[in-house]
């Protein structure tokens, strides 16, 4: 079976230009598979074409018995099916034995987001009378201003930057690439920050340099954002539970509470399908019926 895997990740990375995350994802998920199979079978695990929907039905009620969370079962479901559409592509089994298993239905959560007087306080944190300051603002302005994830944060470039047309150019998932507006506030943090950045940054200049660096002047992870985020959150006393994702469902829920359109605000996040965009309609239902519930006359209930 390894064999197979490798060569699906390789058809994943070559024809598929997939990115190394989500390699690591199907690898990992594959992986699992392959223990429960072995340790199933006594040791030895079955080539891919003698697997057969028992098989995997066993693994997955395992999945379920040993607590798993529904995303990552139906994640697991997903890298099957994949996976053995490849292996009848490739002509190792006549049939997917992940096709006719349903994945569990998600339950979803409405995403956790910040008011707008709390992203104010957020985005005043920052002490811009030091360098990582300027920075910080920069960040945390740009990641609500154009409702960016944090990993296209930290993948802009300065070659993506366009002041004069107040937009940026990001690469979201799967590589796409979209343009994404900026308002003053974002643009005004981003150009106090390039100018004291050019004495810490060690990467070579030109449009390939990063926007945002780290103290030693490399490129900043989205490890590094995130522990910026806990410091701000602690000074602020805002809810421990945002995250830097929380920027972008503020964005979102932000605009549609003022009446922008689904449509835009799906072109916006970057989302390849509207039903991804529509959770934020139900944070601003629950909102209004808040609002409603609060001054109605007759709106409580019996």
């Keep these: ?79 099957m099916r994949s996976f053995f559409r490849f292996g009848q592509r490739e002509g190792w089994t006549k049939a997917n034995p992940a096709k006719p298993l349903r994945s569990p239905r998600k339950s979803r959560s409405l995403p956790h987001f910040l008011t707008t007087d709390e992203i104010g306080r ?27 994830r944090v990993s296209e944060v930290v993948g802009l470039s300065d070659g993506d930057l366009d002041f004069a047309g107040g937009l940026i ?56 954002v995130g522990r910026m985020l806990e410091k701000y959150l602690r000074e602020t006393s805002l809810d421990r539970r945002t995250s830097p994702h929380s920027l972008r469902h503020s964005f979102a829920t932000h605009l549609l509470d003022r009446g922008a359109d689904i449509r835009s605000v799906q072109e916006l996040l970057g989302h390849k399908s509207l039903v991804t965009t529509q959770i934020y309609t139900h944070v601003s239902t629950a909102g209004l019926r808040k609002v409603y519930e609060k001054a109605h006359p007759r709106a409580g209930r019996e």
């Design 169 to 224: 150019r990001v690469r979201g998932k799967g590589k796409r690439e979209r343009l994404a507006p900026i308002g003053t506030y974002a643009a005004r943090a981003l150009r106090r920050w390039l100018k004291v950045r050019r004495l810490h940054s060690r990467e070579a200049a030109g449009p390939g340099a990063p926007v945002f660096v780290n103290r030693f002047g490399r490129r900043l992870t989205t490890r590094s």
């Design 122 to 148: 957020l985005l005043q944190a920052p002490d811009e009378t030091t360098p990582m300051g300027l920075r910080d603002r920069a960040i945390l302005e740009t990641s609500y201003s154009a409702g960016l």
């Design 1 to 79: 079976m390894r064999d197979a895997v490798e060569r699906f990740l390789r058809y994943l990375r070559v024809e598929r230009n997939a990115s190394e995350l989500t390699i690591k994802s199907y690898r990992e998920d594959l992986t699992a598979l392959a223990e429960y199979l072995s340790e199933a079978s006594g040791g030895e695990v079955p080539a891919p074409g003698a697997i057969n929907m028992l098989d995997l039905r066993g693994y997955v009620a395992a999945l379920h018995e040993s607590g798993y969370a529904k995303t990552t079962i139906a994640r697991r479901l997903a890298s």
